[in-house]
């Protein structure tokens, strides 16, 4: 049985591999490290469910902070997601090879993809009446440890094919399976649920529990990383250990191999900072002895925006209550499924003018003429993208029920349809930094929301793309009036330039604060995934990511996790 061990325990034990943070990279990582005879896997979890983070007040959207939500438990974010579970497009992956990353493009990735998956098939209605595609052996796995279904309760019930076709109506056409490379489209996303159990797939239990019976993986939880150590004057950094804090006292474990960063875009460049990796003139300020000056560490913060916040305005009527009752009597009804399962990705020529599309290029290509280089090669990229009828620009999230904007309930006995809109690739580019030495302080999150007002046109222009989707035939019967915004917040682009920043909200997916680049376009690991300046310290998660992708994120972070194991191992 795994060891679960006291802190002196843990303290008193020297590891092959130290992987700070049991979230869904390293809870993943761990389990493959370890099938291996002879090394020895660690991690390090808390034992809670959210670490509670939110903004620093945004200087571009009326100073709104906005919550950010970050899996603590084991298992991360993929504990505690709304289960989707999908992937960019090929453009996505293939852009970030180009940066300087060999090996990390599509090609690259999908074996990873599929290792870390197990598709079910779709149920013979779903592929007859809501376009459900059959599984493609090329595209999706067939015996990973995620097991992955479409839902066995498709959010709009009887009115998912009206709005397929609004969608439709406004050109955007369906895709039956957007996991092949090619993401355009209305599709049915798989999600991270066995659907013969309507249990969530995640990494504590698939990768995790799978494990359990190994005796050389070691857990620890309710632990709280400090700080990486290093043998002094070595060259580049060799990690000897770390230290953390359990129960408020201080323990050091030691390590032989190698320490692994799995915390999340947040916490990652926390650790990173605190044990001397970062920039120097932020680190002197809070009396810690630079060891590689980075300034790139938590940096390049890049998030999916959009305007949100959910909720189910049915939950408490009595027969919606019966309905939720069938998750415990028969594994059936609305909780044995996602609360959104349909989602459409779609290309700027969709909803934006060619004259729209044409000022948003110019916009840009005059910032990237301002911007150190390797932002600039960013930029440069995105506008590739932009311009990339294969890659989508923004998200159209219909959702059964209303988002209770600015805080105003609904209406009792009265349905609600929302259509979120989120853009994928955003200029704007935020930070993750330390506010003290101290380790259980929360960093300063600060995802610069609008700093690039090209980022507030094309939300503008996908928030008026999702109000003409509820205006389209196939839902004009079913949509008496228009709740939020309302009719003086839309009357204006400038007014609903204000909407948007009142209401502005994320897609809980960042990435980019330990990004996987060249050190001189700004990199914090290598294509190895390697600490700049170190040895043996690595980063596995979210944060290698140099650009955002179109897509939920969880997927692409197991892949990431597949792929990290083969490169440690030597594979």
């Known amino acids: 049985m795994t060891a679960h061990l006291t802190a002196e325990q843990f303290a008193s034990t020297t590891f092959d591999y130290i992987i700070a943070g049991g979230g869904t990279a390293g809870l993943t990582l761990a389990a493959r490290l370890v099938s291996d005879a002879g090394l020895a896997g660690t991690l390090i979890g808390s034992a809670s469910h959210d670490w509670g983070f939110s903004t620093v007040p945004q200087k571009y959207a009326n100073g709104k902070q906005v919550p950010q939500p970050r899996g603590k438990g084991l298992g991360g974010c993929s504990l ?14 293939d852009a970030i090879e180009a940066l300087g990353n060999p090996g990390w493009d599509w090609n690259g990735l999908l074996s990873y993809f599929k290792k870390s998956e197990t598709a079910l098939s779709p149920e013979p209605d779903h592929t007859a009446r809501f376009r459900a595609a059959k599984v493609d052996s090329r595209w ?29 109506e406004l050109g955007v056409p369906f895709n039956g399976d957007s996991d092949d490379g090619n993401k355009i489209g209305m599709s049915n996303l798989f999600t991270a649920v066995d659907s013969r159990t309507a249990t969530r797939s995640y990494a504590g239990n698939a990768y995790f529990e799978a494990n359990a019976d190994r005796k050389n993986l070691f857990v620890l939880t309710s632990a709280t990383v400090s700080r990486i150590t290093f043998r002094d004057g070595s060259s580049p950094l060799q990690a000897t250990g770390i230290e953390f804090l359990h129960g408020g006292k201080p323990y050091y474990a030691a390590v032989h191999k190698e320490v692994i960063l799995s915390a999340g875009s947040l916490k990652t460049p926390q650790i990173l900072e605190l044990s001397g990796i970062g920039d120097e003139k932020l680190l002197r300020k809070f ?14 913060l890049l998030y999916e925006i959009d305007p949100k916040y959910e909720t189910l305005d049915t939950a408490a009527e009595p027969e919606v209550v019966a309905s939720y009752q069938q998750m415990y009597e028969t594994r059936q009804g609305p909780l044995a499924s996602s609360a959104a399962s349909t989602f459409a990705f779609i290309p700027s020529k969709t909803f934006m003018s060619a004259e729209q599309q044409q000022a948003w290029k110019d916009s840009a290509l005059s910032a990237a003429e301002h911007t150190p280089s390797g932002l600039k090669k960013q ?3 995105q506008i590739r993208l932009f311009s990339d009828r294969s890659s989508p620009e923004a998200e159209i ?9 600015l805080g105003l309930p609904p209406t009792p006995k009265t349905r609600y349809m929302t259509a979120l809109a989120a853009i994928m690739h955003p200029l704007s580019r935020g930070t993750v930094h330390i506010t003290s030495a101290d380790p259980t302080a929360a960093p300063a999150i600060d995802p610069s929301y609008f ?12 928030v008026k793309f999702s109000l003409a989707f509820f205006k389209t035939g196939p839902l004009a019967d079913v949509v008496r009036t228009q709740a939020f915004p309302t009719p003086e917040e839309a009357c204006s682009d400038d007014a609903l330039k204000e909407y948007i920043k009142n209401t502005l909200g994320c897609v809980f997916h960042p990435v980019g604060t330990a990004s996987m680049l060249p050190k001189e376009d700004g990199g914090v690991v290598d294509s190895e995934l390697r600490v700049y300046g170190t040895a043996n310290v690595r980063v596995v998660d979210a944060s290698i990511l140099p650009l955002q992708i179109a897509a939920h994120t969880q997927a692409t972070v197991y892949a990431i996790a597949e792929k990290a194991a083969d490169i440690i191992r030597g594979l």
């Open 379 to 381: 930029y440069e990229t």
């Open 397 to 405: 999230i219909p959702f059964p029920g209303m988002i209770p904007f």
């Open 80 to 93: 505690i997601n709304i289960v989707i579970f999908d992937r960019g497009s090929a453009a996505d992956y």
């Open 140 to 168: 999706h796995g067939d015996s990973g440890p995620i097991v992955k279904s479409y839902a066995r309760t498709f959010a709009f019930g009887p009115l998912l094919e009206r709005v397929i076709d609004a969608t439709a």
């Open 287 to 300: 009396g810690i002895t630079t060891l590689v000056d980075l300034p790139s560490v938590g940096e390049n």
């Open 451 to 462: 700093s690039r007002p090209e980022d507030l046109d094309v939300l503008l222009a996908s």
